[in-house]
């Protein structure tokens, strides 16, 4: 197919589209050195010519529902979507009809105690299986730390280690775990450091295979949200869960952490952060992946925590994200024979789309990983730093 410098091809002949659409989007990814129809592995090649005007139209949300029915596809879809957000082309397309999806996130609170199960129930209830085939052996479904790490399995245990040292632990110490998945933090915390673990979940899944998976663990799994808790613990971790938790319910939840922890605790939060206050999420992975998510700016974290909490250390490792993505798409590539006829083609290239534009995002430093250690009245003496 014959092009021009712009990317313009002569596929554009028999595009239901004007031809000045196709030159605006074919001119707009030349600025992420993207081109249409090139042969490079980050190139978008269209197998279908109404993806332009979905792509101008929706923005985000029809280039992602696009893939999804196969009508356009890019040999390393994280390396094009590496180059189109360092490029900062994101913002260049702003359809009128999303406006209100980004309203509608900035004035409501979509978190709230009755919409917080939705996630649970549309994404972390897909099935155990899926997810066991996807992650490490003991499915962490959060950033792994890299640092000395070669595999996937060693970079979780690295990051549960570092966290536990972060924390402190000593045996017979009591941990709250909000928002605790599988239970990858409190088995590992139980068997290496001695501790008793209460862990809360949204989801129905998690819970059930978690009690089974640690029954010989001093560990409590609970199908309750995090507003519920009024107990006192000596320390609490929270590791993936407040990209649930919304902006409406930050202060909220800094406080429920505030009244649970013992007056010479610590308190560790792990989370995907973004650069810039009220970005919104993105339609398509609100749609598709993390009903009412929404991920935090450091800005929004630190208002959250004043007057309740001293920040004793923030560490970001957001660059092991794109690592740990990696190693989860490559597991769910050679996974997915036995997924096949039960969850369809469409939903292939969803979850595909998901882990590749999620690695790319973090690659182009769009996206961060933040720890915070977070004490109630100052460590005497000073916080002593774990990397």
């Known amino acids: 197919m014959q092009q021009d410098s712009t990317g313009y091809s002569s596929a ?52 992602g529902e696009s893939y999804m029915d196969g009508e356009w596809d890019a040999k ?25 999806h980004a309203l509608r996130a900035r004035l409501f609170n979509l978190q ?20 066991a085939a996807m992650l490490d052996p003991r499915m962490a479904y959060t950033c792994g730390y890299w640092k000395d790490a070669d595999n996937l399995a060693d970079a979780q245990e690295a990051k549960l280690d570092l966290i536990c040292k972060k924390l402190q632990l000593t ?9 605790c998945g599988w239970g990858s933090f409190m088995g590992y915390a139980a068997e290496k450091y001695g501790v008793e673990c209460v862990g809360l ?42 990209e649930h938790v919304g902006h409406k319910n930050y202060r909220t939840y800094m406080q ?46 630190g208002d959250s925590v004043d ?3 001293v920040v ?18 490559a597991n769910f590539e050679a996974a997915w024979p036995q997924f096949a006829d039960q969850l369809g083609e469409r939903f292939y290239r969803m979850w595909r789309y998901y882990l590749l534009c999620c690695a790319g995002a973090f690659r182009a430093r769009e996206l961060q990983l933040w720890q915070w250690v977070l004490s109630r009245q100052g460590v005497v003496g000073g916080y002593a730093r774990v990397t």
């Open 12 to 63: 554009e002949a028999a595009a239901p589209c004007d031809s000045g659409a196709w030159r605006s989007l074919a001119a707009l990814l030349a600025r992420a050195d993207v081109r249409i129809d090139g042969s490079r592995p980050w190139d978008i090649r269209f197998n279908s010519p109404s993806v332009v005007n979905r792509i101008l139209g929706q923005g985000t949300l029809g280039l």
């Open 76 to 100: 390393r879809l994280d390396e094009f979507f590496c180059r189109v957000l360092r490029a900062r082309l994101n913002g260049e397309i702003k359809p009128l009809r999303l406006l209100f």
């Open 112 to 131: 709230n105690y009755k919409r917080a199960w939705q996630v649970g129930e549309k994404h972390y209830d897909l099935g155990n299986a899926f997810y």
């Open 171 to 179: 045996p017979g110490m009591r941990v709250l775990d909000i928002g």
């Open 201 to 242: 979940t949204i989801s129905a899944e998690q819970t059930l295979l978690g009690q089974e998976r640690y029954r010989h663990l001093p560990v409590e799994f609970r199908l309750q949200d995090y507003r519920e808790i009024n107990e006192t613990f000596d320390r609490i971790v929270s590791v993936g869960m407040f």
């Open 256 to 301: 429920v952490a505030h009244r649970c922890l013992r007056d010479d605790g610590l308190f560790l939060l792990h989370t995907i952060g973004k650069n810039r206050r009220y970005a919104g999420a993105d339609p398509w992975i609100n749609k598709y992946i993390f009903p009412n998510g929404e991920l935090p700016s450091i800005g929004q974290i």
């Open 307 to 309: 007057n309740l909490f």
């Open 312 to 329: 004793e250390d923030l560490h970001n490792f957001g660059a092991d994200y794109d690592r740990t993505l990696m190693a989860w798409h």
